[in-house]
């Protein structure tokens, strides 16, 4: 029995030292396997060229370009309408894409003035070799020079001085990141630092990049920013350093020529390799770029590509011009006067400035429509949300018709001008009024004349009744037997 147990211990002993060589075997091959050359990176590029577009795959909309970003998504900026689309909800790494967002929630709730110093940690806590621009600890610089320091030079110590100087702490400004992120609709991002250098829990989706992007660039001086090819960084008491940084963006210092370049970010890590945002404007088209997961310098044709195919196959089709299904007819139930000559417009109709955007190839009846009136807006009566074949294409508004002051005073007796905004002023359509009045007028005629035809009738048929009592008189079988021809009554006249 105790031979037994000893056996049974030994093998367990074996066991286990077997589990531990293999397993110590395992990463031994792993750490001795060679790294991914520059070769191996570009082969996994061309792979990724056969990946599904999900665009590509709705029913007569124009086929995109096969690119070999991992994700990608091309968006028009105005309406959010998404013209090229592959894989653009999975997560992957941002790099220094990230830093749209920190420059976002920056100019929101900051002063350009204000004045950002660099504390130890916002220094030194950095992977060694990230990208910076030298900045010693206790140095600062003003908030817009910050944002030209973030997003031409991509400085690290300087989106960590920000995120510090806006929310207190570096943790602080991540769970602000989230939060902006949230209110821009993202459903697939998670951020943890204001710079983009790799963690695995800071990602995100080409689709909720795009969101970033499309909130940055309505803002005018973040566009201006984010589209300067090189910044002249001058010495000052706070920070002695004099030099110039240029941006890496090739589309925007012009090494890759393109028309319309509003902007953009270039990022990499190890990890998440080339990622770039960029936006450029055509023709009133306003599109968004993001390429995540590509090699270089493709990041930057692959952009061209995309948007060569958004800026020719696609157009703006302006709603009111357009649409007739939910045209407002002019109708006195409908109109606002604005005069005491009747001069009036509709009291609501299509906003002019809504448009969508289409494939030149489709037609405007084409379109599918939803109406809804779940609007907060004040001027909104109803939102249009417009499909082609059950893809987004834009979305119109039905607003209350803009009123402008009238151009005539009403005034009392004291001739004090009346306050039309503070007195219940009554106006009074003349036109209106005089048709009523004609309207009355011919009624009253009318009857006038309908009691004078009747009245001339009842005459003319009394008449005929006297004229035959007349000659009923003069009947001379009547005169001697009739009552009124009596001798006893008319025994008093002379006959």
Partial sequence: MNFYRSHQTTARILSIFLCAFLLFGKSSVNALAAPETQEDYLAQAEERKSLTVQSNQI?????????GAQAAILMEANTGVILYAKNIDEKLYPASTTKLLTCLIAAENCQLNETVTFSHDAVFNLEPGSSNIGIDEGQSMPLEECLY?????????VANAVAEHVAGSQEAFAKMMNEKAA?????????VNAHGLYDDEHYVSAYDLALIAKAFFQDELLSKIGNTPSHHFQATAAQPDD???RNKHQLITGDISYEGIKGGKTGYTDEARQTLVTCAEQNGMKLICVILKEESPDQFY???????????NFSIANVSENETRYSIQNSNFFNTSSDVFGNSSPIFSLNPDSYLIMPKTAKFEDLDSEISYDTTEEKEIAIIHYYYHDTYVGTATLDFAHTSSPSYEFTESSDVPIDVSQKKVIVINVKLVLLAVVAAALLIIAVIVLRSIISSYNIL?????SRRKRRLGRNPKNRKDGPYF????FKDFDL
């Fill in 59 to 67: 029913e007569n909309w124009p086929s995109g370009p096969a690119i």
């Fill in 149 to 157: 320091g973030i997003l031409v030079a991509s400085a690290n110590e």
């Fill in 183 to 191: 209110s821009l609709g993202r459903t697939n991002s998670h951020f």
């Fill in 243 to 245: 030099f110039i940084t």
């Fill in 302 to 312: 692959d952009t061209v590509k995309l948007f060569d195919y958004g800026f020719t």
């Fill in 461 to 465: 048929d009394n008449s005929k009744g």
């Fill in 486 to 489: 009596s001798s006893s009554r």
